[in-house]
């Protein structure tokens, strides 16, 4: 087998062993396809093996396990998910939306897309922990699907409000604060406006880091550069791009303390539009 080749005998079990997929009954030739998949979908088809086994390494292997194995309906996996995450998701799902009983029928609107109520052609059951990599902790990915979700509902409502009527006078909505529907609308349309000025390579900087989740040294040697100075550029970009979305917002009447605190009080909002825009203009 390819990894165990370039990995070794004892380390593969050793990796086999602590991610726990021998406890939710996934075999070792299941736990390599696994990681097999993850590889290709991260790295690039000329990738070393250096980059291939650095890459596993720095996966929250449990987490990826535990999550692939809920998509694929195993019940002792959803047995320790619901144990151990559906209570952490009701509380975050309740702080987004600022409401207990909004909450819950936000994170409970996401197990049905976690667990998967739609079938591909083939049969198989369309789950969205498959897009999970094991980049980040499962509980942190989970909470920001949570937020997206809360941002796409927004959005859905905002199609009938115009812009300026928004900013003006904020919409009562069915979700959540209704102040914020008209925040999220602002921040949105100068971010879009922001990233569309981006360059090339900037525009690399932050898709590596905030849609594939790539750790610094990761982008660092693929540029051939130090981490360092990878995070050097990223602040300068993010920077940047904070100045020019308040200066946007300014001119279109919002005060600069106001848009100042639209970033300040929720930094996650910026991170999010971010993301939402690349994986767009990815998919065009």
């Known amino acids: 087998m390819f990894l165990q080749e370039i990995f070794g005998e004892r380390e593969w079990t050793r990796l086999y062993a602590e991610s726990g997929a021998a406890d939710l009954a996934v075999s070792r030739d299941e736990f ?7 590889l290709r979908r991260i790295l690039p088809e000329n990738a070393t093996a250096q980059a291939q086994t650095d890459l596993i390494k720095s996966l929250r292997l449990k987490d990826l396990v535990l999550a692939r194995a809920c998509a694929r309906g195993n019940s002792k996996a959803w047995d320790y998910f619901l144990s151990h995450y559906r209570e952490k998701l009701y509380l975050a799902a309740a702080a ?10 936000l994170a409970d609107s996401l197990y049905a897309d976690l667990y998967g109520t739609r079938q591909q052609e083939d049969g198989k059951r369309v789950s969205k922990l498959d897009s999970f990599l094991g980049r980040g902790s499962l509980e942190g990915w989970l909470k920001t699907i949570l937020a997206q979700e809360y941002v796409n509902r927004f959005r859905q409502q905002r199609k009938l409000v115009a812009f300026d009527d928004a ?20 921040l949105q349309t100068a971010t879009d406006a922001v990233l569309d000025g981006l360059d090339d390579e900037e525009r690399f900087l932050l898709a590596a880091y ?7 040294a990761e982008i660092g040697r693929m540029l051939g550069m130090h981490e360092s100075t990878v995070s050097r550029r990223l602040d300068k970009i993010t920077a940047r791009l904070r ?9 279109e009447g919002v005060p600069q303390r106001a848009a100042e ?4 009080v929720d930094v996650r909002d910026l991170e999010i539009n971010v993301r939402e825009k690349l994986a767009q203009e990815r998919r065009a």
């Open 261 to 264: 605190e639209m970033l300040d």
């Open 210 to 216: 905030y849609l594939d989740q790539r750790t610094l």
């Open 243 to 251: 100045k020019q979305i308040i200066g946007r917002l300014c001119k």
């Open 32 to 38: 390599a396809q696994l990681l097999l998949e993850v």
């Open 167 to 186: 900013l003006e006078s904020p919409v009562q909505t069915d979700v959540g604060d209704p102040s914020l529907p008209a925040r999220q609308v602002a």
């Open 96 to 105: 987004i939306a600022r409401d207990e009983v909004r909450g819950r029928e």
